[in-house]
């Protein structure tokens, strides 16, 4: 089965920094994916990580540990428009050479406040 | 990337009725996947939509209740069967196109079952 699991809620100021933290049992791990989603609209990608280690992307970073079963994203010089929900996903082992399914976490609303 | 439309984008349906929800990607993509997002929740996998075959439906989820089409390589359907108000929820198309990294999600059909 998939447990994913990351806070419901942050809150941040704008400027600052904030750690949103995914850990994750899966049977079989084949990639992490954070995705933004603003309410009313589709997630769009932000970042993914198969290999150990930091994954920067301008203001986000992507961190993942497989030994540990975790993740986090990293959000620098926050602004308004990062207000939103962040959801942690991870893909599963395919079988064969079919490429694994992607399981959510239940997101994590942050709110960016001036 | 890929750029999925999907139709409708929002409908409001009667208890007992079905509903038919189209997907059509811009490129020929081998995976395509749906997945239901209930209000205030996160993204619920249904199934993997396999063309030329049946779907592969996860847990909690039967053929008799969402049925699904995959004729071509660039479209899908997912009916929503004999629909209840719990029924009432986002859905949304996904595919995966160009690499194991890069998934893409349609901007969902908002469902309203009276």
């Known amino acids: 089965g998939q447990n994913i699991d990351q806070p419901t809620e942050m809150t941040a100021t704008e400027g600052a920094i904030v750690q949103i933290n995914c850990t994750y049992q899966?049977?079989?791990?084949?990639?992490l994916f954070w995705y933004q989603q603003h309410a009313g609209e589709a997630p769009t990608f932000l970042s993914y990580?198969?290999?150990?280690g930091l994954e920067e992307k301008g203001r986000f970073s992507s961190f993942l540990s497989r030994s540990k079963g975790y993740s986090y994203l990293l959000l620098k010089e926050l602004q308004m428009k990062d207000s939103a929900s962040y959801l942690c996903?991870?893909?599963?082992?395919?079988?064969?050479?079919?490429?694994?399914?992607?399981?959510f976490g239940r997101g994590t609303q942050l709110t960016v406040w001036p | 990337s890929a750029v999925i439309s999907q139709k409708p984008s929002r409908d409001i349906c009667q208890r007992g009725t079905s509903l038919t929800i189209q997907c059509q990607v811009d490129?020929?993509?081998?995976?395509m996947f749906w997945y239901r997002q209930q209000p205030g929740q996160s993204l619920t996998l249904i199934a993997t939509a396999n063309q030329g075959s049946e779907a592969t439906y996860e847990s909690g989820f039967v053929i008799d209740k969402f049925p699904i089409s995959r004729p071509n390589l660039t479209f899908s359907t997912l009916t929503v069967s004999n629909m209840s108000p719990e029924d009432s929820s986002i859905y949304l198309c996904?595919?995966?196109?160009?690499?194991?990294?890069?998934?893409?999600f349609g901007p969902g059909t908002r469902l309203t079952v009276t």
């Open positions: 996904s595919v995966v196109a160009g690499g194991p990294r890069e998934q893409y």
């Open positions: 490129s020929q993509v081998t995976m």
């Open positions: 899966t049977s079989g791990f084949n990639g």
């Open positions: 990580n198969v290999l150990d």
């Open positions: 996903a991870v893909r599963d082992q395919g079988r064969g050479s079919t490429l694994g399914r992607l399981y």
